[in-house]
């Protein structure tokens, strides 16, 4: 089993900036690709970020490109998420999930743990 605990989500204006961490507890966490996904009020849940067990790969959402960053600290057990100049757009639930491989997917239901989820909302 592998405990996931977002923090880190709020409300920011368009334009601002957050960080979201993932602090996970349980299983080795160098033994899972990790990833952040999303979901909006009626949409499905989408991938923003994933990272490789390693670190050394990660994928980004088009969307988000440019804007948000993905990265991981294996010696303390945590995943994050930058996200820069954020929009309306971004407004979610932001999800943390970790998958038992070396590498990430884009497809949610390729992950095995989730986390309970920590809301992001940017305003116009």
């Known amino acids: 089993q592998v405990q996931l605990v977002e923090s880190g989500g709020g409300l920011v204006q368009a334009g601002g900036s957050l960080r979201l961490s993932c602090a996970a507890s349980?299983?080795?966490?160098?033994?899972?690709?990790m990833a952040w996904f999303r979901q909006a009020p009626g949409k499905e849940r989408e991938l923003v970020a994933a990272?490789?067990?390693?670190?050394?790969?990660?994928v980004y959402a088009d969307s988000v490109k440019g804007r948000f960053t993905i990265s991981r600290g294996n010696t303390i057990n945590t995943v994050y998420l930058q996200m820069n100049s954020l929009k309306p757009e971004d407004t979610a639930v932001y999800y943390c999930?970790?998958?038992?491989?070396?590498?990430?997917?884009?497809?949610?239901?390729?992950?095995?743990?989730w986390g309970q989820g920590t809301q992001v909302t940017v305003s116009s």
């Open positions: 999930a970790a998958r038992w491989s070396s590498t990430s997917t884009t497809t949610f239901t390729d992950y095995d743990y």
């Open positions: 349980g299983r080795t966490f160098t033994s899972f690709a």
């Open positions: 990272i490789s067990r390693s670190g050394s790969n990660t």
